[in-house]
């Protein structure tokens, strides 16, 4: 699609953040969304590439746990019964294996992350 100003059109994603849309480098008929700050203007950057997983149930029982797919770097954030853990403090994570510090039943901890 060719963009010409009158079919420009502003869109907003969930938050209500201000999105523009931009052309792949790769591919010129792939567009893509870009946050804008409204307070800036300034485009926002996830620094995190890949594909991201939102509320995996992190298969496990007790204090060992397992991912789906193994977390890029600092990008894991792991919830149990709804409160954030703290990497090295409340667990540790070596590829896709977690061993949390507590013991948690089966079905308690809920993972973010991209991979």
Not at 44 to 65: F, K, M, R, Y
């Amino acid at each position: 699609m060719t963009y010409t100003p009158s079919n420009y059109q502003a869109i907003r994603d969930q938050q209500r953040v201000p999105v523009a849309m931009g052309v792949s480098n790769t591919d010129a008929t792939q567009t893509l969304p870009l946050k804008i700050d409204s307070v800036t203007g300034r485009v926002l950057i996830d620094s995190a590439t890949g594909t991201a997983v939102d509320n995996e149930v992190v298969s496990g029982s007790g204090t060992s746990w397992t991912l789906a797919h193994t977390p890029l770097t600092d990008t894991l954030k792991l919830y149990a019964n709804g409160q954030r853990l703290t990497p090295t403090v409340d667990y540790t994570l070596v590829g896709t294996t977690i061993t949390t510090v507590t013991s948690w039943a089966t079905g308690t901890l809920l993972a973010d992350y991209s991979y």
